[in-house]
């Protein structure tokens, strides 16, 4: 028989166990999956923040882990919603796992009073099993982004071209860090923050965001430090107005891979090419703080033009799509 319960993120070694099943079910078949890794997880989990409640849920058979689920909310802002991430290894499948865990789900969110349930998925085809199962359970597909990938070290060649080819960034300067923001720019990044929140396209997701606030950004900063190297870049005019920024993410317990976050130009800086200025002068930070990590990542919305563009002049090329769900379930339909 199959049983769920909330397991204790400090308890070795049954949270091993719980991150080994999750690992193993959320990579099978896929060559490109990003995954937290153990350190940055158990961190997160043993010492929660103020922004969101994230559980780590298992699925026993006996005494055996066959299932794992994150479950997550936010405490700041989309208060009605419940993120779910349901994973089991390919030799457990088919026998109800998943659907006891999503059971788990429903039951706990309905104790919360929330109705909306969101995930991603992260699928090389749109006959992955995760996307079988959650459109079973009435998910609906709301946005579609390709997960591309580039070879590091980045290919010096093209980053010279890119680099002639882009000249001097006209009536711009750029600022770059590594690590938590330099306090003269905490105000202006919180308000770049805010911005990429209202404008990067999430589809039909339903979203209710929190502004940025300088607090609220060193408290998620100091927390992330802990395991991520930040590389940021800034993009003010030449009179010291902020015009965009551009986030990268080194993992400190992942050797392999680097993530190609956020970047965004303000409405009123587009058509000057600065979205390439931000993301040449971050891959030389790149350059700089890398160690072994052999794939920058990044994820674009099949809708966003611009960015496919700028993607694509950069080298990246898709390796699957990351499909974000949504399922709403009134109250009295939850079980
Ligand atoms: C999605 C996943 C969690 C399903 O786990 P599972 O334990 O096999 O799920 P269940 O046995 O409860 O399946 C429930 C139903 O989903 C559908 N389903 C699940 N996998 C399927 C597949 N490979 N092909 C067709 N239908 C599938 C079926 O309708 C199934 O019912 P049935 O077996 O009676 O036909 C598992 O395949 C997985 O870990 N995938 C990778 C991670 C992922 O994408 N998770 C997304 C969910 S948040």
């Not at 996307?131 to 709301?142: I, N, P, R, Y």
């Not at 900063?221 to 010291?240: D, F, P, Q, S």
């Not at 058509?271 to 200025?277: E, V, Y």
Request: proline share 7%; charged share 25%.
């Amino acid at each position: 028989m199959i049983t769920v319960r909330e397991i204790d993120p400090s308890g070795e070694p049954l949270f091993d166990e719980w991150y080994a099943v999750l690992r193993a079910g959320a990579t099978a078949g896929r060559e490109a999956a990003i995954v937290a890794g153990h350190q940055a997880l158990a961190y997160s989990l043993r010492n929660p923040g103020p922004a969101k409640t994230r559980l780590p849920i298992a699925a026993f058979d006996g005494d055996r882990i066959v299932g794992a689920m994150l479950f997550e909310y936010r405490l700041e802002e989309d208060l009605d919603a419940i993120e779910v991430e349901i994973d089991v290894p390919p030799a457990e499948r088919r026998r109800g796992i998943g659907t006891a865990l999503w059971n788990w789900a429903t039951t706990r969110a309905s104790e919360l009073g929330r109705t909306i349930f969101q995930t991603e998925i992260g699928a090389p085809t749109e006959t992955a099993p995760g996307l079988v199962f959650a459109t079973a359970l009435g998910f609906s597909v709301e946005n579609v982004e390709d997960h591309l990938v580039v070879p590091l070290p980045y290919d010096e060649t093209r980053l010279r071209e890119l680099r002639e080819t882009a000249g001097d960034p006209d009536g711009y300067r750029l600022t770059s860090w590594a690590g938590p923001c330099p306090p003269e720019y905490l105000a202006e990044y919180a308000d770049l923050r805010t911005a990429m929140d209202q404008d990067v396209p999430t589809g039909g997701m339903t979203h209710e965001r929190a502004p940025w606030t300088v607090e609220r950004l060193r408290t998620s900063e100091e927390r992330l430090a802990k395991n991520y190297l930040a590389l940021v870049t800034m993009a003010h005019t030449t009179v010291g107005a902020p015009a965009g920024y551009t986030l990268m993410w080194l993992p400190r317990d992942d050797a392999e891979h680097a993530q190609q976050d956020d970047t965004l130009v303000l409405r009123n800086h587009r058509g000057h090419n600065l979205g390439t200025h931000l993301k040449l002068a971050n891959l030389d930070q790149l350059a700089k703080h890398r160690s072994t990590q052999a794939w920058l990542h990044t994820w674009t919305a099949l809708t966003n033009t611009p960015m496919q563009k700028v993607n694509a002049r950069f080298g990246f090329r898709p390796v699957e799509r990351l499909y974000e769900l949504e399922l709403s379930l009134p109250l009295a339909e939850q079980s």
